[in-house]
């Protein structure tokens, strides 16, 4: 299985990103939600899917949705009012029998 992340790049202050999430393989596995690492911090929870609920870190709540089509084995980030601290590479995760699936990451930048 392969989680294949795209959408990132150069963002401005209060503008908008989309990213996307594509997993392809021969087993289907959950899209579960989304990450982020900044430089010389440690990987955070940005958004994720948890027991039927929807969960989002608070410094992005307002501001980032999250959604997937599990039949299109997609999940996207929809990112606005975007500021620099959102600056990060994202990343996308899967799991599947416990295991837990990472795509490479896309970075965001967001310039002020």
């Known amino acids: 299985v392969q989680l294949q992340a795209s959408g990132g790049g150069l963002g401005l202050t209060g503008g908008s990103l989309r990213l996307s999430c594509a997993a392809s393989?021969?087993?289907?596995?959950?899209?579960m939600g989304w990450y982020r690492q900044a430089p010389g911090k440690q990987r955070e929870l940005v958004a994720s899917?948890?027991?039927?609920?929807?969960i989002y870190a608070e410094r992005v709540k307002g501001r980032f949705t999250i959604s997937r089509d599990s039949a299109k084995s997609t999940m996207d980030l929809q990112m606005n009012s975007l500021k620099p601290e959102d600056t990060a590479v994202y990343y996308c995760?899967?799991?599947?029998?416990?295991?837990?699936?990472w795509g490479q990451g896309t970075l965001v930048t967001v310039s002020s």
């Open positions: 995760k899967g799991s599947r029998l416990n295991y837990d699936y």
């Open positions: 393989g021969n087993f289907s596995i959950n899209l």
């Open positions: 899917f948890t027991r039927g609920d929807i």
